[in-house]
């Protein structure tokens, strides 16, 4: 299993997701509700071990 190296830098609701190979993606987070860049999908944290997500877009385009 190879080791994954991943940062997270948050800036009040901005959020900047790093790789070795620099930014990787940002989004935003704002109480329960957060959206990413990359995946374009909103999700929105419910009570206990769940989270609701909207699909986004797929694939590379």
Same mark, same amino acid.
């Given at each position: 299993? &190879? *080791? =994954? @190296?991943? %940062? /997270?830098?948050? @800036?009040? &609701? =901005?959020?900047? #997701? @790093?790789? &070795? %190979?620099?930014?990787?993606?940002? !989004? =935003? %987070? *704002?109480?329960?509700?957060?959206? #990413?860049?990359?995946?374009? /999908?909103?999700?929105?944290?419910? &009570? !206990? ?6 699909? !986004?877009?797929? !694939?590379?385009?």
């Amino acid at each position: 299993m &190879p *080791i =994954l @190296f991943r %940062k /997270a830098m948050r @800036f009040g &609701p =901005l959020v900047l #997701n @790093f790789t &070795p %190979k620099g930014l990787s993606s940002w !989004g =935003l %987070k *704002i109480g329960k509700w957060s959206w #990413n860049s990359k995946t374009r /999908a909103h999700r929105y944290d419910l &009570p !206990g071990p769940f989270s609701w997500r909207s699909r !986004g877009r797929r !694939g590379g385009s």
